[in-house]
């Protein structure tokens, strides 16, 4: 096929690497190769009974109409409840609107709000598809690297470096993916304070890794006076309820942004999944702290980011972070880079990932697509086995290379 055939758009947009790597990995499986894929962020749990009970009961109850394009009332009314009772939040149900995943809702909030030319400050690491998505936008990603020792915090100074007279959003995630770093309160209310001098700056908030913290309750960035008229926080089911597969997000957002975002939506996807919603409302309105199957999920996460932690710790080269919340762990690797056994040369995060896929079965994902290139992403979204095999087998190939 001709490239003139497809748009520009196409070509400048980047595959998810995430995606690309987890897509590898069952290549190989299918070839009879025993692959540990420890590339994606997707929950080993099931959906607790109450939250299929509910989506059955929707199900025998007809759902199956069109729902309406920003969520059904009583949904919209639960979202509202819930940033109410877990994160201080105060919106109206107006001001939310349900997605298919918090992917699309953040690709709304983009669509919504930028124009050509228009830069979205992005701390690195960052999750993949924000910079795809903003280009998908016509917008430009502006980058705040981080670093390992500053456990990959952007500070206020770095972010006002940033800013420049084409600004017109910030986006962020905490817990973040890929580093799982949380930002404590004073941090954020420091962040609120620099954007409070910037009142033409939408301030986007991924939340979507909430609940799976270890280090007590998150804050939420627009409860900060100042601010808080112009924080769109972004939420879903994925993580927390182990539902990625429902495909169901949610936007909070001023309201004529979430007017703009519900007017995008209905020329793409119109309302989302109508059993997942009617299911959602009683996952939402469950408290996470009384829900066992959530506070089971979340003692295991714990367990395994102490032992993958401890474990990278002893592999020579390998200098993991300390995360405070999500699956993931994001160490430094560059002392591998020009390393070899060999046969393969380990110059930079992709060759040392297809080293680890292709010598010890293990997919991990490559840093760079997370905007930090000497670093590459553990999932610890497995079981304690299938960790606990991964780890022996890259200790043995790491030792290979000199």
Request: proline fraction near 6%.
């Amino acid at each position: 096929m001709e490239n003139n055939i497809l748009s520009n758009r196409v070509f400048k947009m980047s595959e998810s690497a995430t995606l690309a790597m987890t897509k590898k990995s069952r290549e190989l499986k299918e070839k009879g190769f025993d692959v540990i894929n420890l590339s994606i962020g997707q929950p080993d749990f099931f959906v607790p009974d109450f939250i299929k009970k509910a989506a059955k009961q929707a199900i025998d109850d007809n759902f199956s109409g069109y729902p309406p394009v920003s969520g059904y009332a009583d949904l919209r009314n639960a979202v509202t409840e819930k940033l109410k009772r877990d994160n201080g939040l105060h919106y109206s149900p107006d001001q939310i609107v349900v997605s298919t995943g918090a992917k699309q809702a953040i690709a709304n909030v983009f669509l919504a709000i930028l124009n050509p030319g228009d830069e979205v400050v992005v701390p690195a690491p960052y999750w993949v598809s924000y910079t795809e998505l903003i280009k998908l936008a016509e917008g430009i990603p502006v980058y705040v690297n981080t670093r390992i020792e500053d456990e990959f915090k952007a500070s206020p100074d770095q972010i006002k470096a940033a800013i420049t007279s084409k600004t017109k959003a910030f986006i962020f995630s905490s817990p973040n993916n890929p580093s799982g770093t949380v930002y404590t309160n004073e941090e954020l209310r420091s962040i609120a304070e620099l954007f409070s001098a910037y009142p033409n700056i939408t301030i986007v908030s991924d939340e979507i890794y909430e609940l799976i913290n270890f280090g007590g309750k998150t804050t939420s960035i627009g409860i900060f006076d100042g601010i808080k008229d112009r924080v769109v926080t972004v939420n879903g089911l994925s993580k927390a309820f182990a539902m990625p597969g429902w495909r169901l997000g949610y936007s909070a957002a001023p309201l004529p942004i979430a007017k703009a975002i519900e007017k995008v939506q209905g020329q793409v996807t119109s309302g989302a999944n109508a059993v997942a919603q009617v299911a959602a409302i009683t996952a939402l309105k469950a408290n996470p702290s009384d829900c066992t199957e959530f506070q089971e999920m979340k003692k295991a996460f714990n367990e395994r980011r102490d032992y993958i932690i401890r474990r990278i710790s002893d592999i020579p080269g390998m200098i993991p972070n300390n995360p405070g919340g999500a699956f993931y762990v994001f160490p430094n690797v560059a002392e591998l880079y020009g390393l070899s056994n060999g046969e393969h040369t380990i110059n930079n995060d992709n060759d040392l990932c297809m080293y680890l896929l292709n010598k010890a079965n293990v997919a991990l994902v490559p840093g760079s697509a997370f905007g930090d290139p000497n670093c590459i992403r553990f999932s610890y979204a497995a079981s304690m086995e299938q960790i606990k095999e991964a780890l022996d087998r890259i200790e043995k190939a790491v030792l290979e290379l000199k």
